[in-house]
C-alpha cells in the first residue's frame, strides 16, 4: 500500500470522484503555485469504492472554492494547520462563474470577440444547469458593449472598404 505522509499546513481535497484530480488541478491551476501537491488516484474508498485525494501545502486562500464547487460541490475541503484538520469547508454550488467554461453559441458575443469575461449562472440548482449570462443591449457590461461596438465599427469598415475597392476598379 502507498503511504503518502500528512501535511502541516494547507488542504486536502476529499472525496474527488476517481479520475476526475487532474481536471481539478488544472482548473484551480495548482501548477501554478509555488508549493507541494500530492496528487492520489484511484484510492480505495468505503463510500465511493475508488476515489481520488488532492494534498497541497499551500494557504487555503489560494485556492478558488467557486471553480472546485462547480467541478463538484460534494469534495470535502479540510483545512490543515500545524499537522490537524482544523475546519472542514462545505462546498456550495457558485451562483456565477467566470472563464471556467465557454459558450457554445456561435453568435454569442463571447464566441466572437475574445478578451469578454465567460460568465455562467446558475439557472437550475436542482439539475446544476449553468447558462451563458446573456450579453443583450439591456445587460451589456461595459467591456461588452465597448466591444460589440469595435466589432460593428470592424463590419462597417470592412463594408466601406470593399465598396471602394470595387469604385476603384470599375473606373481603372
Do not use: W
Not at 34 to 41: H, M, P, S
Not at 149 to 156: D, K, M, V
Request: hydrophobic share 45%.
Amino acid at each position: 500500500m502507498l503511504n503518502v505522509g500528512k501535511i502541516e499546513e494547507g488542504f486536502v481535497l476529499d472525496h474527488i470522484k476517481a479520475g476526475k484530480s487532474l481536471s481539478i488541478y488544472e482548473h484551480l491551476q495548482l501548477d501554478k503555485l509555488d508549493c507541494t501537491v500530492a496528487i492520489i488516484k484511484n484510492a480505495r474508498s468505503g463510500k465511493m469504492g475508488k476515489k481520488d485525494i488532492l494534498k497541497v501545502e499551500c494557504d487555503i486562500d489560494m485556492l478558488d472554492l467557486d471553480v472546485l464547487a462547480f467541478i463538484d460541490h460534494n469534495i470535502t475541503v479540510n483545512v490543515i494547520k500545524n499537522g490537524e484538520i482544523v475546519e472542514k469547508k462545505e462546498l456550495v454550488l457558485p451562483k456565477q462563474i467566470k472563464n471556467v467554461i465557454k459558450c457554445r453559441n456561435p453568435r454569442c458575443i463571447t464566441s466572437i470577440e475574445q478578451g469578454l469575461p465567460h460568465v455562467f449562472v446558475l439557472s437550475d440548482e436542482k439539475k446544476e444547469i449553468y447558462r451563458c449570462k446573456p450579453y443583450t443591449t439591456n445587460a451589456l457590461s461595459a467591456a461588452a458593449g465597448g466591444a460589440y461596438l469595435q466589432y460593428l465599427f470592424r463590419i462597417i469598415l470592412c463594408f466601406l472598404f470593399t465598396i471602394f475597392l470595387l469604385l476603384h476598379i470599375h473606373y481603372f
